[in-house]
């Protein structure tokens, strides 16, 4: 019996005659679906937490940083406990105020430019307007594309089964585009409510909280039977 976290893994696994469950995702429990805060404010940032994904990304997100900065627009960079101040540091010097507790910043912030992984989930959760963001080499990218076949690289738009929630990948992540999709985030009303019901959808898509007791309730009943 395989247990899983995302509701779409259910249908794959079966197809391979896996008896598989859904019990829910863990994130429900840390992030329990309060009402969004009513301070949102500014942009906030998170190029990754590997070396190599913070190095592609920082380049790109510095004119960002400055130009929604002119335009009055305070702007934070979550710096994963994995990286070192010093590889965010042209981010800091471009204006941009260093956060370490990410999950808070995703709360209480208006926009979001996410690098596309787990982050992306608790930005939904959180219910935070974002766009994903990635940039890799031309090698491991070309690699990924021939072993991962998928319409989207943003955990939401899988579990929604469309794209809602938009995409920069490799050569279409350009600072004026990022520039562009960080205005409609913040300033157009129908776009943000157009993401906070998707984000609704998603985290009712994910079952209920308590997916570790789930897990062992099935596993019990599995022994014992």
Not at 108 to 124: C, D, F, R
Not at 130 to 159: F, Q
Request: hydrophobic share 45%; proline share 5%.
């Amino acid at each position: 019996m395989l247990l899983v976290v995302f509701p779409f893994e259910v249908e794959f696994f079966r197809s391979f005659g896996i008896a598989t469950h859904h019990i829910g995702h863990p994130l429900l429990d840390q992030l329990p679906g309060q009402p969004p805060a009513t301070d949102r404010n500014g942009l906030l940032l998170m190029p990754g937490s590997r070396e190599q994904e913070v190095a592609a990304h920082v380049p790109l997100l510095v004119p960002v940083v400055r130009e929604m900065l002119e335009r009055g627009v305070p702007v934070s960079v979550a710096r994963a406990r994995s990286v070192d101040e010093a590889q965010v540091a042209e981010l800091a010097g471009a204006g941009a105020q260093v956060v370490g507790d990410a999950r808070h910043a995703m709360e209480h912030h208006a926009a979001g430019l996410i690098k596309a992984g787990t982050s992306t989930l608790e930005a939904t959760l959180a219910r935070l307007a974002y766009a994903t963001i990635y940039r890799s080499s031309w090698l491991t990218s070309t690699i990924g594309r021939r072993l991962v076949n998928v319409d989207s690289v943003t955990i939401a738009n899988l579990l929604l089964k469309r794209k809602v929630f938009h995409e920069y990948l490799q050569s279409d992540a350009q600072p004026q585009a990022l520039i562009e999709e960080v205005s409609a985030l913040l300033y157009d009303a129908e776009r943000r409510e157009e993401l906070s019901a998707a984000s609704q959808e998603v985290r009712e898509s994910l079952g209920g909280p308590a997916a570790a007791l789930g897990a062992a309730e099935l596993s019990a009943h599995r022994v014992f039977q």
